[in-house]
C-alpha cells in the first residue's frame, strides 16, 4: 500500500512550530527578518515570492520585498544587496531567480553575505555543506530530507537515485543523503539506461522538469518515490516529472504535485530564517 507524503501538511505542522519559536525570540526583542528581492515580472517568480511573503507573515517573520525592473544593472542590484549585507535588522537575503540575461548569478550569489544566505546557495556554504559542517542547506533538499525524517524512512545503505544534478536540487540531495549513509547514483540527461539504474532505486528523487516523464516501469516494487518537479500544463494545473497516478501503484511513499516538496521549500527558507536571526551560521566575510 502506498503512503502519500504529503509536504503541505507537514509544512503547516513545521509552521506552526516555528510561530511558537518566532514569537519566543520577539519576546527577547529579536523579529527574525527576510529581505526578498526580485528583479523583472517573470509571473513564476512572482507567485514563489509571494507564497514566501505570505508563509513569513503565518509565521511572524517579517519580511520586505525589493521588486526592481527588468533593466535594472548587475550594479545596481550589487548595490542593493551590499545595503542590505550592511543592515543589522535583516537577517535573510534571497534574491529570486532566474536573474535578466544583463546579470551574472553567480556573481550575484557570490555578493550576498554567507552569513545571510538563506536559500544556501553561496559557495562558502555549499563547501560547508559538503564537508557536513553546520550551515544553511538550500532549502528544497533540506525539504525532501526533512520530508522522509518526517516518516522515520531509513536511508542507512539504501540505494537512492537522484535523476537531475541541478545545484539547487539534484547534487545537494544527493550529498545530504550521501551524509546519511545511503549508497548513491546521480543521473542526468546523457545517462544510459536511465531506467534499468533508477529500477534499482530504494529512493527515487526526480528533479527533471519533464512532466511525467517517470512512470511505474521507472520504478522498483516498494519504492519513496519524491518528486520534485513542477511543469504547467496546458489548462494552467500544475503537474509533477512523475505519472502519479500510474507510479502511485508500485511505491511505497510517493509525494503528490502540487502539495509535495514545493510547500516544504518555502518552509525549509523560513526555518533558514530563524536560523540566521540566531545568528547560528557562523561565517567570516
Ligand atoms: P534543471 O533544469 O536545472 O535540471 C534538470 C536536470 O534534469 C538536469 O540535470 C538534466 O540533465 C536532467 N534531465 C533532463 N532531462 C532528462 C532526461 N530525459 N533524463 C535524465 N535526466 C534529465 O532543473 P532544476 O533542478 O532546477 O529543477 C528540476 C525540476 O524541479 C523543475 O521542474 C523545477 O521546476 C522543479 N523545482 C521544484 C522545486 C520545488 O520546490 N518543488 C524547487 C526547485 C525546482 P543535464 O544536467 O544533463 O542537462
Redesign the pocket.
Known sequence: MTTLLNGKELSEELKQKMKIEVDELKEKGLTPHLTVILVGDNPASKSYVRGKEKACAVTGISSNLIELPDDTTEEELLSIIDEQNNDDSVHGILVQLPLPDQMDEQKIIHAISPAKDVDGFHPINVGKMMTGEDTFIPC?PY?ILTMLQSKDISLEGKHAVI????N???KPIGLLLLQENATVTY?????KN?QEITKQADILIV????AH?INADYIKKDAVVID????RKDDGKLTG?VDFENAKEKASFITPVPRG??PM?ITMLLKNTIKAAKGLNHVER
Open positions: 528544497t525539504g535523476i537531475g544534478r541541478s539547487i536540487v539534484g543521473t542526468h540527461s546523457r545517462t536511465l528533479a527533471m522538469g519533464r516523464a520534485v518537479g513542477i511543469n516529472d516538496v514545493g521549500t
